[in-house]
Each structure stands twice: as C-alpha cells, then as structure tokens.
C-alpha cells in the first residue's frame, strides 16, 4: 500500500472534467470481532457508472507497518471495465477518510485528507496511524469505530443518446450467424451509426463482412440467438433488457466487449453485481478474475465470506477451471495467495455508530 507521503507521477490518461462525491462508511467492531495485525476488512464499492469505483480496506489492529493496536486506513480505487485490463491513471482525485468513535463517554473525530493520483500499481492511498493507539485508550480491544471515506470520482456521461438513423440512405439488411447456426438480421443503418466497430466493418469491401453483409459469430459459443438479440436491442435502445440468468448476462458482456461497447459492458457489470451469490460468485468471477475491476472485488468479497466456505463447498470448480481456463485458474490462486496473506478478510456491512 501506498504510504501517505509517497508521491506518484505518471502519464495520464484522458479523464471527464466534472467530479461528484461519493461517501461510504462501515462499522468496526472490536468486541464483536478479533483482529491480528494485518487482519484486512473492505466497505461496500461506491461510485458512479461507466466510471471508477472505490471502497475503503480497514485494518482494525493496523497493518505490520503501523504503531501496535492503531487503526490503519486507506481508499482503494477500482477501474472502470474498459480500462480495467490497461495501464490506467486517475489524476488529481480528492479524498477523506473520517474515524469517529467514544473514549471515556466523550466522542472524538479523527479526520484526514488527501489529493493523489492513483494508477495501475498503485490502486490505494491512505495511513497505516489514521488513529493511533495513544488516541484509543485503554479500551480500545472492546470499542466501535465508525470509519467514513468520501472521494471525488470523475463522471463520464452515461446518459442515454442515440445517434440519428438517416432514413434517406437505402436501407441494408445484415445476417447475423448466431453459435447455434441460425440467423437473426439487422438493418445496416443501425449497426453502423451506433457502433464504431460495425461502422468499421462495413466501411467498405476490406473486412470480409463488408462485402458479403454477414457476420458470422457460429464459432463463438458466447454468441447465443438471445445474447446477440440482447446486442441488439441494446443498439436500437440504448437499454439492457432485465434478465436473472447470470451466464447469459456474462455471454452479453464479452459480446459486448468484443463489439467495443464500453457502456453496455458497464451495465450489464452493474446487474451482474445485482446477481452475485454464494451460488453465482464462481460462474462470475471465472469470467471477470484478473481485471481488477469492481466485480472481480465484489466477487472476492462473496468468496471470502465465512473464510472462503464456498471454495469448500465447491471444490470441484477449481479443478476444472485448472483444466479448461488456466490463466483464470492462476489468477485465483494469486488472490488466495494474497488472501492468505492479509488473513480474514471480510465485507463489512455499512453502518454508523448510533
């Protein structure tokens, strides 16, 4: 973890101009639960859509850097999923961490600020003394510690806006081959004025599919008659359609990512996070294990629930995953690896001190 006084400079990529706040706090209770230093605890993942995300990692008896029994504190920045598997920067992001808590019947606030810009190998920011064990007081094994973050995230517009159709330009139907052999079709004017990738393909006579108008997906088994029907609709309506079957949200969002719709991508990423289960969370983080984004961390917070009881449970899956997916497979055990690392980790419920 980035220490406080560390300065980072880097290239920056393009960010939105406006930032909006966004606030998160979490409930750490030391009577309730028993902390070793390094004992790391996650908040719930706020922030806004299409954009990055944060969530705060609390080490309620500080980390192996910080004084014995201080509270260690810091913000932990999540990419968006098109930036999610890049060399990424978030310039210039404002940020507070505030621990409130009671010694003695009095109650205290303790509150530090911060600007940073994080980036790729440096995702969190924040003080392993936020509060130090001197502040605490002798009852500090049995005390409650509301921990507040709040961050300036930058906004990408996300609104919905569909691109005109030119209905004087003749209109061309284009076959769509779906993994089953069959064929869904599509008006021409509709793939290339709001996609960027058809607009490409179908530019000319250079790409195959410019000159016969069919676009063959049968190899591709995320390519199923409802996924791309779901393409689709995105493309004449700007929306997702609801659905409650996560592998066919998750065939969506690679057929999104591989016809380069970022914001489709992100909405099916937020009702995917809708989704997530002890039953679902392997189907899911098969999928998204390794790109760092909010999913994979909401996944890893299901998984590590009850000290990864469903990794127990289900133990066959990652032997299968060694054998059909074997980069997926070695990006979870890394996470274990780190997991077993930091032990415990938990999700801690958003709460206030009352």
């Known amino acids: 973890m980035a220490a406080a006084e560390t300065d980072v400079t880097a290239d920056m990529l393009p960010v939105a101009r406006q930032r909006q706040a966004y606030e998160v706090d979490m409930l750490v209770d030391r009577q309730a639960q028993t902390y070793l230093v390094g004992d790391a605890i996650h908040s719930e993942v706020k922030g806004p859509l299409c954009s990055f995300l944060f969530r705060l990692k609390v080490f309620p008896n500080g980390t ?16 968006p ?6 060399t990424w920067t978030c310039q210039d992001v404002s940020f507070c961490i505030t621990v409130e808590y009671t010694v003695g019947g009095v109650k205290r606030v303790g509150q530090k600020t911060e600007r940073f810009s994080f980036k790729t190998d440096a995702r969190d920011r924040g003080w392993h003394d936020l509060v130090k064990s001197s502040d605490l007081g002798p009852s500090w094994q049995s005390m409650k510690l509301c921990v507040r973050g709040k961050v300036h995230l930058p906004q990408f517009n996300t609104a919905v806006h569909l691109e005109p159709l030119d209905f004087a330009s003749e209109p061309v139907i284009i076959t769509l081959r779906v993994a089953d052999g069959s064929a869904l079709f599509a008006d021409s004017r509709i793939l290339t004025t709001r996609s960027e990738y058809f607009a490409r ?18 190899s591709d088994p995320h390519a199923d008659r409802s996924s791309v029907a779901a393409v689709l609709h995105y493309l004449m309506t700007g929306q997702v359609a609801d659905c409650q079957d996560a592998k066919q949200m998750l065939s969506l969002r690679r057929l999104g990512d591989k016809f ?3 914001r489709l991508v992100c909405m099916v990423e937020q009702k995917l996070q809708a989704l997530l289960s002890p039953e679902s969370v392997l189907t899911i983080l098969e999928h998204v294990v390794g790109s760092g984004g ?3 961390a909401k996944c890893m917070g299901v998984l590590a629930a009850d000290s990864f009881a469903v990794l127990e449970q289900e133990k066959s899956w990652l032997d299968r995953v060694i054998r059909s997916n074997p980069e997926a497979a070695k990006a979870v055990m890394q996470i274990l690896l780190r997991a077993a690392r930091e032990p ?7 709460a206030s001190l009352g």
């Open 64 to 79: 192996r850097e910080a004084m014995a029994n201080s509270l260690s504190a810091f913000v932990e920045l999540l990419p």
């Open 81 to 86: 999923p098109h930036l999610a598997e890049t």
């Open 201 to 218: 393909m179908f530019a000319g006579t250079s790409w195959q599919e410019g000159a016969t108008k069919e676009v063959d997906l049968s």
């Open 260 to 262: 380069c719709l970022q």
């Open 294 to 296: 909010s999913l994979e």
């Open 344 to 350: 415990r980790p938990v999700l801690s419920e958003p």
